[in-house]
């Protein structure tokens, strides 16, 4: 599967972005998709994740409340709505996919290694 991030850019604090996942070559749903970023010098973070079913998300403590992941699997897009952005969530932003099933459609993995398909990503950067 090809992954494709669009959506990121320079705003100010307090703005919101909405950050997509186009795939290509195959149907979103035979994977858990997650959301990771990182900043120069950091390891790479998870920011959110949502199971193939859509049935469960988890979002990291940085975006909890914030944030909210959705999936359309009628475009084979996944998108990450961010709000009330702050300056330290400036990074750079990767779509990932995970095709391993842990034995319930509500199991997933939030470890960057798990995951085997990565987009390019896309720049978000939040001015104070």
């Known amino acids: 599967v090809q992954l494709v991030e669009s959506g990121g850019g320079l705003v100010q604090a307090g703005d919101s972005l909405r950050l997509s996942c186009a795939a290509s070559?195959?149907?979103?749903?035979?994977?858990?998709m997650g959301w990771f970023r990182q900043v120069p010098g950091k390891e790479r973070e998870c920011v959110a994740v949502?199971?193939?079913?859509?049935?469960?998300?988890y979002y990291g403590d940085s975006v909890k409340g914030r944030c909210t992941l959705s999936r359309d699997n009628a475009k084979n897009t996944v998108y990450l709505q961010m709000n009330s952005l702050k300056p330290e969530d400036t990074a750079v932003y990767y779509c990932a996919a995970d095709s391993t099933y842990y034995g319930s459609s509500d199991f997933y993995a939030t470890g960057r290694s798990y995951y085997e398909y990565w987009g390019q990503g896309t720049q978000v950067t939040v001015s104070s």
């Open positions: 949502i199971t193939r079913s859509g049935s469960r998300t």
């Open positions: 070559g195959r149907t979103l749903t035979q994977y858990n």
